[in-house]
């Protein structure tokens, strides 16, 4: 399936970075994520479709629907965030399904993903030079898995934070702050969480399965 064909098979496109996040500038890009379907038959070639398509709009980049899953299923905060994104472009029916079991992709291995991704961004960072918008996003990060830890959601909306964070990304907090904020949030995490111990696979198979059968 090349780029120009993803129209036809999308599913779900959806707006991330920070425009969902609340956090945008007037420089700020518009970030699409989406979801699109592969014709059954594809994959009955020696040659399998790809996994995941950039384009055809600027910084828009999609997920096979299994793949996608796959990562979900993973807790992969990228992912996770695009189920929660409060701004929807297009929904199919076979996307707003996707959307309806939502909560069947969480599990406690969120904990683990989102401290992780968050701490390895942390670790790119210069003390003496510090990139203050990865800085920015590194915290918001961290503050959406512990609302996931808590509530059972991913907060990706950041208003009651917006101004404390564009604060970092404008580096008028020290990086003693920054780091005394972080350490904050990673401890949070230590307390019981209401995530169950494992995703709902069976559910998310019989999502795939339907899917799957509907595109042959």
Known sequence: METRCLPAHS???????????G?????????????????????WRLAKPPTHVEGPLPEQF??????????????????????WSPIVEHATPAGSELL?????????????????YADAQFRRLDPERPKWKQA??????????????????PLVRMD???????????GELSWDKVTRWRSELVAGF??????????DRRRVEEY????REAAL
């Open 160 to 170: 009651a934070h917006r101004d404390r964070l564009l604060a970092v990304r404008r």
């Open 100 to 116: 309806a079991i939502r909560r069947a992709f969480l599990s406690g291995r969120a904990h683990q993903t989102f401290t992780g």
């Open 11 to 21: 599913v779900l496109s959806v707006v991330v970075g920070s425009r969902a996040y």
């Open 208 to 211: 795939l399965m339907s899917t």
């Open 190 to 199: 230590d307390g019981t969480g209401v995530l169950p111990a494992e995703p």
């Open 62 to 83: 999609s997920w096979e629907v299994e793949r996608f899953c796959g990562l979900a299923l993973e807790a992969n905060p990228t992912v996770l965030e695009c189920l």
């Open 136 to 153: 920015m996003h590194t915290i918001r990060l961290l503050i959406s898995g512990l609302h996931l830890a808590r509530h059972g959601e």
């Open 23 to 43: 956090l945008e500038t007037e420089e700020s890009d518009v970030d699409r994520r989406g979801v699109f379907v592969t014709p059954t038959r594809l994959f």
